[in-house]
């Protein structure tokens, strides 16, 4: 079956080092694939997306490209700040349900 | 925006009530879920719904119920509340087509005493 398998946190980081988190993938058919955010306390916030292999979402200085030789959506900033300290979710869609992967913790230091 | 509104952010309830979350959304969305997060566990699909009274068991439905009266609100159902369901609900909704993301409601935090 379909599954999503991110990186385990806590990851901790000074302000402004580079960011990876590492995800992968299992699925049957043609995903889509997301990375979603939540800062404490909240719900979870879409961060950006990719349809399609080699599609590339971006948002907020976050970016992302869809591998599907490598089956990986890995997640990438070159800059984190002390806001960006939050849980990150990879996920992907498959024939309209959704499928997450356990989130990554960040910690930013200042 | 899509707005998806969970009514209450902390709850408090007694072993053996029974609990209802309620989730609004207000973009003539067709697709609902009701997810539950615990620390190490992620995100668990209790149940969903692509419309109007219908619904369909996620992965961990035990102990839940659903409702779906009309297209905008999906109700969870706890019927007899246990310590095990404390948990953070997460509600979303979704336009469906597998291009589309979620838009998630701000969570209620349950806290079954």
């Known amino acids: 079956g379909d599954s999503v398998t991110q990186m385990e946190g806590p990851v901790t980081l000074s302000e402004e080092a580079f960011l990876t988190i590492n995800c992968t993938y299992t699925a049957t058919g043609y995903p889509s694939l997301f990375w979603y955010v939540q800062y404490p306390g909240e719900g979870l916030q879409l961060l950006l997306k990719?349809?399609?292999?080699?599609d590339k979402g971006s948002n907020k200085g976050f970016e992302a490209t869809y591998r599907k030789e490598t089956t990986s959506f890995h997640l990438e900033k070159g800059s984190v700040q002390v806001s960006d300290s939050a849980v990150y979710f990879c996920?992907?869609?498959?024939?309209?349900?959704?499928?997450f992967g356990s989130g990554t913790k960040l910690n930013v230091k200042p | 925006d899509v707005k998806v509104t969970q009514s209450s952010r902390y709850l408090v309830k007694r072993t053996g009530e029974k609990v209802f979350l309620e989730c609004v959304q207000d973009?003539?969305?067709?697709?609902m879920f009701w997810y539950r997060q615990d620390p190490g566990l992620g995100l668990r699909l209790i149940y969903f719904s692509y419309d109007v009274k219908m619904k369909e068991k996620g992965d961990i439905p035990e102990g839940y119920s659903v409702s779906r009266e009309k297209k905008e609100r999906f109700s969870l159902i706890l019927e007899s509340a246990s310590t095990n369901q404390t948990s953070m609900y997460l509600c979303?909704?979704?336009?469906?087509?597998?291009?589309?993301?979620?838009?998630f409601g701000s969570g209620t935090r349950l806290t079954v005493v």
């Open positions: 979303a909704s979704s336009l469906g087509g597998v291009e589309y993301g979620y838009t």
């Open positions: 973009m003539d969305h067709e697709n």
């Open positions: 990719a349809t399609k292999a080699d």
């Open positions: 996920a992907l869609s498959d024939k309209d349900k959704f499928y």
